[in-house]
Each structure stands twice: as C-alpha cells, then as structure tokens.
C-alpha cells in the first residue's frame, strides 16, 4: 500500500522514546512533518534528523509538528535522540506496521550485502491540519536525504 496526494493520510499510534502512545489525530489543527528513516546511528540518518533539529524554527513558524519514525526500538532511539539533542518526537516502528502503510518500506534491504528484511525506507510526508496529504516523497536509495525546501513549500 502507498500514501498519495490528497489522500487522507493513514492514522497509527506508535511508542515514543519514553514508551509513551503517539497517535498521528492528536496533532489534527497542526501541519505534520511524517520523517521515515532507515536506521538510528547511522550517517544519512543522523544527518538528516540533526538538519531538522537545526531548523525546527522554520517549521515551528510553519504550525509544523515533526516526527521521525523508524523501526528501531524505542530504547535505542532514545539513546540516540539524547546524543544528538533531537527536539521532536522519534517514533518506533518496531513492528513495521506503519511505514507499509505508507508505501515507506523495504522488503529487503541492501540485498546481497545485509539483506535486512523490513527497513523503513527514507521517506517525508506533509499532512496538513485536516489530516491531508500534501507532499509525498520516498527514497529509494537510502543514502540520499529529503527534499528540505519541498518540505518547506508544501507547508506554506
């Protein structure tokens, strides 16, 4: 299954780094930054959360709510989120249930070298305050980042 634009994006209710329920309707009235992510402590991904961490202002100033999702679990994100000062919400997958949904996931990956199965695959979302989806972007490759400033323009 896969998100497409102007589709109601598909509600879910996941752990946070302190164990905590999170559901995507509680932030129904705000723009919704979905960020889907191989892997904590890993480059790109450390990368590309840390960006967000750096210029949270923008999507603060944007009604922007961000959440980072991968399918660790939510011990190691905390750990992670801690040392690297991440201020918005990491989210765990653990049971690969929501990236799926989204069309956000691999199979396999790096088949032949990890063959890892059931990876979240680096992918962002905009949901707009009524629970629409206005922007859809997800990497195939996974050592390439979001677009930032469709990010950015989708939420404006």
């Known amino acids: 299954m896969s ?60 009604n922007a709510q961000v959440l980072g999702i991968s399918v660790d679990s939510p011990f190691s994100l905390k750990l992670w989120k801690e040392h690297n000062e991440i201020n918005f919400p990491l989210l765990s997958d653990f049971n690969k249930e929501v990236a799926p949904e989204y069309g956000a996931f691999y199979d396999v990956f790096a088949p032949g070298k990890f063959d890892y199965k059931g990876v979240a695959k680096r992918s962002a979302f905009v949901i707009d305050p009524n629970g629409v989806v206005k922007y859809a972007e997800v990497l195939e490759n996974a050592g ?12 404006k």
């Open 3 to 62: 998100v497409t634009l102007g589709s109601i994006a598909p509600d879910f209710t996941l752990k946070n780094t302190n164990t905590e329920d999170v559901s995507l309707n509680s932030f129904r009235g705000k723009n919704v930054v979905l960020l889907f992510f191989p892997f904590a402590n890993t480059g790109v991904c450390t990368k590309e959360m840390c960006s967000m961490r750096d210029n949270m202002n923008r999507y603060s100033d944007l």
């Open 144 to 155: 390439d980042e979001p677009n930032y400033t469709a990010i950015q323009n989708a939420l």
